[in-house]
């Protein structure tokens, strides 16, 4: 039975209140209006980004109650009136940072913070409506995306139609960790080949950079983190060494400056703590410092 034109009940994760944690509840998402896709979700991830939200109990400009989630990718279940760019059946990921196409960050080849983001804000639809209710209540939408719902609405430019044989349940990754990730390292960073690269923190995002600098044919790539057991998955990724700061007396950046002889070319910070970068810069030896979190929200 189609669907199509009708509102979808199903399970989602609501957070109630700031610094609360996930609950699973019945919730109603109403059709995608004009320009709006409604999407069956296949896959999503809990970003570092969410973590750290969930966490501050001070965000004053969340909304709640709030459907989070920004990593994921689905099939398209019906669309809206004027949209052309993706068709029910088709498989898509989740845009965090939208992209309209038209002003002047998207037609610009260096930038790729569309103005549209700024409705991300509001946490509602562009007609300043939710698509989301609970219990009588309407529910916050987030980041345009919302994915931590069986069923989601998100902007058309908020959503990238993929080859049809990919596997959404690895390619959700792209929608956000990894993009940061790879992207910063070749884009942002430029990693030239034959360099010597530092990666602190070794999530998704971490991984993904490693990735980014394997690719860019960094010779050295020298992956460090807190959790040993991040390490094995660093190594298969192109980690060519993983160290543990806690395992050393001295500061990290001299034990960096004793394994390369005069310091890496290339560092990234990719924990999410600023106090890994800033005031320890002039101490420490390395060319380079990319704080890829910094850029976010
Ligand atoms: P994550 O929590 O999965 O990974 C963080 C890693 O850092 C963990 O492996 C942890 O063990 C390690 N770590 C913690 N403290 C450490 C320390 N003192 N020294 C060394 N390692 C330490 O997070 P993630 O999803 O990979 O995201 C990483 C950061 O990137 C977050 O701050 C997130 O907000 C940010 N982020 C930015 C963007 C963007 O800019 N577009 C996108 C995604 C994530
Ligand atoms: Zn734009």
Not at 10 to 22: D, E, L, N, R, T
Not at 132 to 143: A, L, Q, S
Not at 259 to 287: C, H, Q, Y
């Amino acid at each position: 039975m189609s669907t199509t034109g009708k509102v979808i009940r199903c399970k989602a994760a609501i957070v109630w209140k700031p610094g609360g944690s996930f609950s699973i509840e019945e919730v109603e998402v109403a059709p995608p209006k004009a320009k709006e896709v409604r999407i069956k979700m296949v896959a999503t991830a809990l970003c570092g980004t969410e973590m750290k939200m969930l966490k501050d109990k001070n965000l004053q400009h969340q909304h709640y109650p709030i459907i989070m989630g920004h990593e994921g990718a689905g099939i398209v279940e019906s669309v809206g009136e004027g949209v052309s760019t993706v068709k029910a059946g088709d498989k898509v990921i989740a845009l965090f940072l939208p992209q309209c196409g038209e002003c002047t960050s998207c037609l610009n080849s260096a930038d790729n913070f569309c103005i549209k983001l700024k409705q991300a804000e509001t946490h509602l639809m562009s007609d300043g409506t939710s698509r989301f209710t609970c219990k009588g209540k309407p529910v916050y939408h987030f980041g345009n995306t919302s994915t931590f719902s069986e069923y989601t609405v998100m902007d058309e430019i908020s959503v990238a139609k993929i080859d049809a044989a990919a596997p959404l349940e690895k390619v959700f990754l792209v929608s956000c960790g990894f993009s940061t990730g790879y992207g910063g390292a070749i884009n942002t960073a430029k990693v030239t080949p034959g360099s010597t690269c530092a990666v602190f923190g070794l999530g998704g995002v971490g991984l993904s950079v490693i990735m980014g600098c394997k690719a860019a044919g960094a010779t050295r790539i020298i992956a460090v983190d807190i959790n040993k057991d991040k390490f094995e998955k660093a190594k298969e990724v192109g980690a060519t060494e993983c160290i543990n700061p806690q395992d050393y007396e001295k500061p990290i950046q001299e034990v960096l400056f004793d394994l390369t002889g005069d310091g890496v070319d290339f560092s990234f910070e990719v924990i999410g703590n600023p106090e890994t970068v800033a005031g320890k810069a002039e101490m420490v030896p390395l060319n380079w410092f990319l704080i890829i979190w910094q850029r976010r929200l």
